[in-house]
């Protein structure tokens, strides 16, 4: 069945570090794919999505591109700030009919930003 | 911005107990989902509904779990006998044909 994984956590970084999270998929035929992100104490939070593949998704300084020859959906930022940090969790659409979508997550990584 | 609305936020409740998470999905959003999320763990697909019944479940959704839209707005998600490792976070979203996902902000439920 399809799944993704991701890079296990915590990520630790200092403010304005670059930050790369990895995530990798698994899927039969053509998947969305998605970043949420879960501030403390909050629920999900689409950050950014990218429907086919070489689409790059950015939102908020973060992005990632849909690379279907290493079916991989990378997140990066530049320069992270002490407010990024939250679990970040890479998701793909498992899409049954033309309106039903299923999202499979990853486990979810925890980024810890520092001053 | 529409927002999807859940209901208590926060659950606590004795083993064995009925349990009903309530939702208000985005008025005109025709699919509606619950996800849980067990402390630490990935979030996990439940069920899926549209036009009132469920159109898909995954082997998490036994028989100790029901869904029902009662009235035009309300998603409501029961579990008849709650057992300890029922305690998670619930998420309900909604989609429209094609569309991203909304998500609740979550109940958290606790069994004790």
């Known amino acids: 069945g399809n799944s993704v994984t991701q890079m296990e956590g915590p990520v630790t970084l200092s403010e304005e570090a670059f930050l790369t999270i990895n995530c990798t998929y698994t899927?039969?035929?053509?998947?969305?794919l998605f970043w949420y992100v879960q501030y403390p104490g909050e629920g999900l939070q689409l950050l950014l999505k990218?429907?086919?593949?070489?689409d790059k998704g950015s939102n908020k300084g973060f992005e990632a591109t849909y690379r279907k020859e290493t079916t991989s959906f990378h997140l990066e930022k530049g320069s992270v700030q002490v407010s990024d940090s939250a679990v970040y969790f890479c998701?793909?659409?498992?899409?049954?009919?033309?309106?039903?979508?299923?999202?499979?997550f990853g486990t979810g990584t925890r980024l810890l930003v520092s001053p | 911005e529409p927002e999807v609305t859940q209901t208590p936020s926060h659950q606590v409740t004795q083993m064995g107990q009925e349990v009903i998470l309530r939702c208000v999905p985005i008025?005109?959003?025709?699919?509606f989902y619950w996800y849980r999320q067990i402390l630490g763990q990935k979030v996990e697909f439940l069920v899926s509904?549209?036009?009132?019944?469920?159109?898909?479940k995954s082997e998490i959704f036994d028989d100790q779990f029901s869904v029902e839209r009662p009235d035009g707005s309300n998603f409501t998600l029961k579990i008849r006998s709650t057992k300890l490792e029922d305690s998670a976070m619930y998420f309900c979203?909604?989609?429209?044909?094609?569309?991203?996902?909304?998500f609740g902000s979550g109940t958290r439920l606790t069994v004790v």
């Open positions: 899927a039969t035929g053509y998947p969305s």
């Open positions: 509904f549209y036009n009132n019944e469920i159109s898909e």
């Open positions: 990218a429907t086919k593949a070489d």
């Open positions: 979203a909604s989609t429209n044909s094609g569309g991203g996902y909304t």
């Open positions: 998701a793909l659409s498992d899409r049954v009919n033309t309106g039903f979508q299923k999202l499979v």
């Open positions: 008025s005109n959003h025709l699919y």
